[in-house]
């Protein structure tokens, strides 16, 4: 039988030297700091992890909230840059010192276009030399104040003042010329009868009226019997 004499250390048999044993204490002093370290990382993290969702979520409401503002800023901007106007009343003279009235029931201004105005049951007047004004009625219309004129939308009603009425669905005056034309079905009646036709054309202040398209006519005569 034989006894190991050489006791625990290094392979062979050997002693750890103090210097090994010194080495070791450092490795092992550096992987317990290294340890701390990660660990008060992690520990760190958990943390701020939370309160970094919780400030997430505050910016993600606050920026919603912001936008809803900006959102409503602008919406109350453009209505104050609205001009609402009730029973207005334009006047004017056209290019031959002659005046002319238009009223409506309403007038807003458009605030994509500064010059144009849309009208609630407009109507308009123009004094020439016929015993009664020209007068036009309409639903709607649209008035251009840089170019006077003046858009009748629905059901308008013109009077020459001289006992014709024609009837559209729409018309275009210029206020300034006093003329009128439109590009649908017009139908006209007065003393000498009844016309209808596809457009028309009003010039000299209702002096003057051209029809054009499928024209129909009923012409009374002098004793009251129509003629075709």
């Known amino acids: ?10 392979p062979g048999g050997g002693r750890d030297t103090p210097a090994d044993a010194s080495r070791h204490v450092r490795s092992r002093a550096r992987e317990m700091a290294a340890w701390r370290k990660r660990s008060a990382r992690v520990k760190l993290v958990r943390r701020l992890l939370p309160w970094t969702m919780l400030g997430l979520a505050v910016l993600v409401v606050g ?12 919406a109350g901007a453009a209505e104050l840059a609205v001009v609402h106007m009730v029973n207005p ?5 056209d290019e031959r010192g002659e005046p002319y009235l ?21 109507r308009g007047t123009l004094v020439g030399k016929a015993p009664q004004p020209t007068t036009m009625r ?8 840089d170019t006077d004129r003046l858009t009748l939308i629905g059901d308008a009603v013109l009077e020459d003042g001289t006992g014709y009425v024609f009837r559209s669905q729409r018309a275009v005056m210029d206020l300034k010329l006093g003329t009128a034309q439109g590009d649908e079905a017009v139908t006209g009646d007065g003393p000498m009868g009844h016309i209808s036709a596809s457009s028309y054309a009003i010039t000299d202040r209702g002096h003057h009226v051209t029809f054009t398209g499928n024209v129909k006519s009923h012409i009374l005569q002098g004793d009251g019997r129509g003629a075709r």
Do not use: C, F, H
Request: hydrophobic share 40%; net charge positive; aromatic share 8%.
């Open 63 to 74: 920026w919603i909230s912001v936008r809803t503002i900006v959102a409503r800023i602008a």
């Open 102 to 122: 238009m009223t409506a029931d309403s007038a807003t201004r458009d605030p994509r276009n500064p010059y144009q105005v849309q009208l609630v049951e407009p």
């Open 89 to 93: 009343k334009y006047r004017g003279r």
């Open 1 to 10: 039988m034989s006894l190991d004499l050489a006791g625990p250390g290094r």
């Open 138 to 145: 309409s639903v709607a219309g649209l008035y251009r104040e």
